[in-house]
């Protein structure tokens, strides 16, 4: 058996843009039900979410028969979480609150077995290894891997440029919300500076070669995201998507 290939990365290297989902409700049935939509990825969100690695475990097999990459949050840059995520056979990983290139350069490292990293060894007893079927596991794993960091501080803003030039960082993800309360706007990430630091760090990004992501809760703001040169997409959040529909039907119901 043969390590499979990272479609989504293959896909965004390529320049395409990929459409996908937050999914923050710890839900196996929900997480299917949006594979099977035909997003390009799902998000299953381990900082924010309800996700324990336990539970994170039946979401990844439901997305798995759709067909549909699955991506982990996981809750802090700290390697050990890195290495859960990882072992349980995500093969893309966004990692939060990455303020300089020092915490870049180690989540990069957390991602790949030595001698280009500091994974951690055990590939036999893991999901990511199929339980050892995959013999060459861990020396084909690192190509595979992406990893994403999120920038969302006004520390991150000032560094971008070492950050999105630290080898083995694929992907600067910017953070809206968190980087509008650094700045000292919480709740405005429609602010005027925080709007100019976003296209900042998406533009320093795609200058210096790498993917450039974003989620929008906006959709009239899709299209100006995917002109700016952002190709990882976030289009929403499952526990957002299925309150607006439930407000919608029992308005409709009512009126």
């Known amino acids: 058996m043969q390590n499979p290939e990272n479609t989504l990365k293959t896909a965004l290297l390529a320049g395409r843009i990929q459409h996908g989902l937050w999914l923050a409700g710890a839900s196996p049935a929900v997480a299917e039900l949006a594979g099977g939509v035909g997003f390009d990825w799902c998000l299953i969100d381990g900082e924010h979410g309800p996700n324990t690695v336990a539970q994170m475990l039946p979401q990844l097999q439901a997305l798995a028969g759709t067909g549909t990459p699955a991506v982990v949050r996981v809750a802090a840059p700290e390697v050990w979480m890195?290495?859960?995520?990882?072992?349980?056979?995500?093969?893309?990983?966004?990692?939060?609150?990455?303020?300089?290139?020092?915490?870049?350069?180690?989540?990069?490292?957390?991602?790949?077995?030595p001698p280009d990293g500091i994974r951690g060894m055990g590939a036999v007893l893991a999901r990511a290894s199929r339980y050892g079927a995959i013999a060459d596991y861990p020396h084909s794993a690192n190509r595979q891997v992406c990893l994403m960091v999120q920038a969302e501080s006004?520390?991150?803003?000032?560094?971008?440029?070492?950050?999105?030039?630290?080898?083995?960082?694929?992907?600067?993800?910017?953070?809206?919300a968190d980087l509008s309360a650094d700045m000292g706007y919480p709740g405005q990430p429609d602010h005027p500076e925080v709007e100019a630091a976003i296209d900042h760090l998406i533009a320093r990004t795609v200058a210096a070669g790498k993917i450039a992501g974003i989620i929008t809760f906006d959709r009239s703001r899709f299209a100006?995201?995917?002109?700016?040169?952002?190709?990882?997409?976030?289009?929403?959040?499952?526990?957002?998507?299925?309150?607006?529909?439930?407000?919608q039907l029992l308005k409709g119901a009512k009126a």
């Open 154 to 176: 006004a520390a991150a803003v000032a560094n971008i440029d070492a950050i999105a030039a630290t080898d083995g960082v694929d992907c600067v993800f910017v953070g809206p």
């Open 224 to 247: 100006e995201y995917a002109e700016k040169g952002v190709t990882f997409l976030g289009l929403g959040g499952d526990m957002v998507v299925l309150r607006q529909a439930l407000e």
């Open 82 to 113: 890195v290495k859960q995520a990882l072992d349980l056979g995500v093969q893309t990983v966004l990692v939060p609150m990455v303020d300089d290139a020092e915490t870049a350069e180690r989540m990069a490292r957390a991602m790949r077995y």
